[in-house]
């Protein structure tokens, strides 16, 4: 061989030790992955920058763990005082027949109306059907600050005529302060309970939370009787001296005749069904 062969065999050589050396790092690679992958730590995704993070979770309220466990009927507020229910149309289709056969039909507060324009669209059917079911009953207004008290008196009055398919007093839901000043609050809240009684021709009786109550309400109207909500096994502790009828110690009772949550309360003291009946002439 002559040396310009042998050079041109000594440069193919030399060409082709890359290739070698490049398809033996392919091959051996891939092995020493695999032998490593195991001490590999995986590290968390990167969050779509499109959706937005899930929110952390709310701890629950007293009143929502009150909500997990059941009412049985066997309890202890009051046991042998006559018991009731108030309603809307959150409680869907009623059948007030099984309702009656239960311990809860000693009374129906049924909501009518509420600021100046809303009627109930359950309203009709429940005191119809109620008053089928041999349940004394009453019609309950909810109360708003942001409405005049002339307005929203004549919605109920829409609602509500008269008291001639009535057994109890009228009932006003106080639960919204509102933003205007306190005095104004007190007085427009007056001047309604005043043309409702001037209208139906008999005091109306206050429903309110407890909070609520010795907030804003103490002292400003001990000539009403209310019916005050504290949701446990506990009374309400209430400031000054009100007629305090009725205790609503439940918002998520469980009943038959009722598919969903209803409220729940009962008498308390000497207080009879007969105080806040509506007097027939």
């Excluded at 790092?25 to 032998?35: L, N, R, S, T």
């Excluded at 409405?147 to 839901?173: C, F, G």
């Excluded at 008999?202 to 309110?208: F, L, R």
Aim: proline share 8%.
């Amino acid at each position: 061989m002559s040396l310009q062969q042998s050079r041109r065999e000594h440069l193919k050589t030399i060409a082709f030790w890359p290739v070698i050396l490049l398809l033996s790092c392919v091959c051996v690679i891939p092995a020493w992955g695999d032998k490593k992958k195991k001490d590999i730590v995986p590290t968390d995704p990167v969050p779509d920058a499109y959706l937005p993070p899930l929110p952390l979770p709310t701890p629950l309220r007293a009143e929502e763990l009150l909500c997990m466990r059941p009412v049985l009927e066997r309890d202890i507020h009051y046991v042998g005082n006559i018991k009731g229910i108030d309603v809307s149309r959150y409680q869907g289709n009623i059948d007030w027949q099984q309702v009656a056969r239960g311990r809860h039909a000693g009374y129906a507060y049924i909501k009518a109306s509420e600021n100046a324009s809303l009627i109930d669209p359950r309203y009709y059917d429940n005191v119809r059907e109620a008053r089928r079911a041999k349940i004394p009953i009453g019609s309950y207004h909810f109360y708003s600050p942001s409405a005049s008290p002339m307005v929203q008196l004549m919605n109920l009055k829409r609602a509500m005529p008269n008291l001639k398919h009535q057994d109890l007093v009228p009932m006003i839901d106080v639960e919204v302060r509102g933003r205007s000043n306190y005095k104004t609050f007190i007085e427009n809240l007056r001047q309604f309970l005043l043309s409702v009684e001037k209208h139906y021709g008999v005091k109306p009786i206050i429903y309110t939370g407890t909070n609520f109550y010795n907030k804003y309400l103490a002292g400003c109207f001990e000539d009403y009787m209310f019916m005050i909500a504290r949701y446990g096994d506990e009374p309400p502790c209430l400031e000054g001296n009100p007629k305090f009828v009725i205790w609503q110690y439940s918002d998520c009772g469980r009943i038959p005749g009722i598919n969903h949550h209803v409220d729940l309360s009962t008498f308390v003291d000497d207080y009879k069904l007969k105080d806040i009946m509506v007097k027939k002439k």
